[in-house]
């Protein structure tokens, strides 16, 4: 059988997620994956292989132009023909569970694809050095908290947001990653009585974390630095308990080596 075919789409999150469900139907079924180039995508128009390193997942995966006679050649959105797959959903609690989630056909079929889908976070999938040498200049030195505003597709209520830091009191500098551009001064007037930073502020047009800026190679190096600011903070809110799939991801890199972006992972 040839490899599992993955074509690329929505915000880093959602890619990478993808990208993992990928890879664990690759390794249950002894194949590779091919990244289908093959299409322009508007969100991600590059190579992923340019920014992010998987030596250490285990299995081989390469860019690939599908020829125009292939059964998987198009741009087909949020469908796939893999199996059953498991992903972690969070419950109201915090508490993790595992719920099986059904895609079409089956991860044996003779041309597998994916598109889309964050049913899993990252595993083993690290940086390229140049770019994460890049982020790690962008880390404040001094102790920081780290504040994640979601208020474009999906809203954050920012209540919760302002009891977390009136609770807590900080002392030292708070910095803002926000995919909503009005919302930045809002906050700042809110919390005047703290040192509120934004490390990257975002374009005027977001969407998810700084989907919609027009220079897509500055968008996608710009998340990047905001989740690495993110992932070092001192303290980070909403932590596990956040909605969105980039806040719970956060949450994983900082509580589980495997989920870190940012380690140096090694094939085992």
């Known amino acids: 059988m040839e490899p599992i075919i993955y074509k690329m789409s929505g915000g880093l999150t959602h890619l990478l997620g993808g990208l993992q469900t990928c890879i664990d139907a690759a390794k249950a079924t002894g194949r590779n994956i091919w990244i289908d180039r093959t299409q322009h995508y508007a969100s991600f128009p590059f190579s992923p292989i340019e920014f992010f390193d998987f030596s250490a997942v285990g299995i081989s995966i390469e860019d690939v132009v599908l020829r125009q006679d292939h059964p998987c050649y198009g741009n087909p959105r949020y469908q796939s023909t893999l199996g059953k797959v498991d992903r972690v959903v969070l419950t109201v609690d915090g508490e993790e569970k595992m719920e099986a989630a059904s895609m079409l056909n089956a991860w044996e079929s003779p041309h597998a694809w994916h598109a889309g889908g964050c049913s899993k976070f990252p595993e083993k999938i690290k940086l390229q050095k140049e770019v994460k040498d890049g982020c790690l200049l962008q880390v404040p030195r001094e102790p920081y908290i780290c504040l994640h505003y979601r208020n474009t597709d999906m809203k954050t209520d920012p209540r919760l947001l302002y009891e977390f830091v009136e609770e807590l009191q900080p002392t030292m500098p708070t910095f803002l990653c926000t995919d909503h551009l009005a919302s930045v001064q809002e906050i700042k007037n809110e919390l005047y009585k703290y040192d509120v930073r934004c490390i990257n502020e975002p374009p005027e047009v977001g969407h998810n974390l700084h989907y919609g800026h027009p220079d897509k190679r500055k968008q996608i190096l710009t998340a990047i630095k905001d989740i690495c600011i993110m992932r070092y ?36």
């Open 233 to 268: 903070a001192e303290v980070f809110f909403p932590g596990k308990l956040g909605q969105s799939g980039l806040s719970q991801w956060i949450h994983k890199m900082r509580v589980n080596q495997d989920n870190d972006l940012f380690f140096d992972h090694k094939l085992e």
